[in-house]
């Protein structure tokens, strides 16, 4: 018997190649609310640490608005949420002339202090001249008092 070893897919493609986009300097940010302890930054540049919260309840959006259209392959989102047992559910768009929105992803899961407390999605793309990301989030499905939130966004 002969035997190979081949590399998996993500040993093939690195994802430490991906140069993250400085939004910083790329973007302006529209944000239906925030909790002034958790802005938006927090969560969008580098070296923040308590990521973002809205101010209150119920569903809330976050619109990235490129200054110059942007080619994007690469999408991190990571929430977390250790206390309030809820469903959470996003959705996730893009566009390229700031009006007609693409879906990326609509996900929704289930937060747990007991056992499911954080949520990495990490998605591959390949949109080009980008005007415009919408990330829009329904903390609690059931309609309870939990507020949405989102550790950080970053994009390739």
């Known amino acids: 018997m002969r035997k ?3 590399p ?7 994802t430490s190649d991906d140069k993250w986009l400085d939004l910083e300097e790329l973007v302006e940010v529209e944000v239906t609310s925030e909790d002034p302890e958790y ?10 640490t308590s990521g973002w919260r809205a101010s209150g309840p119920g569903e809330q959006t976050i619109r990235l608005l490129f200054t110059q259209p942007q080619a994007v392959r690469r ?3 990571e929430f977390v949420e250790p206390a309030v047992e809820r469903t959470q ?9 700031g009006r007609t929105l693409h879906d990326v992803v609509r996900q929704q ?8 407390t954080a949520q ?7 949109f080009n001249g980008v005007t415009m990301i919408e ?16 550790d950080k966004w970053r994009l390739a």
């Open 4 to 6: 190979r070893i081949i």
């Open 8 to 14: 998996s897919a993500d040993e093939a493609n690195p």
């Open 39 to 48: 802005p938006i930054e927090s969560a969008l540049l580098p070296g923040g």
């Open 75 to 77: 999408i991190l989102l």
């Open 89 to 97: 559910e996003f959705v996730l768009r893009w566009s390229s002339d």
């Open 109 to 116: 899961w289930n937060f747990s202090p007991q056992g499911a």
């Open 120 to 126: 990495t999605e990490d998605h591959r793309v390949e």
């Open 135 to 150: 990330l829009t989030i329904v903390p609690d499905i059931s309609g309870g008092t939990a507020r949405a939130s989102l």
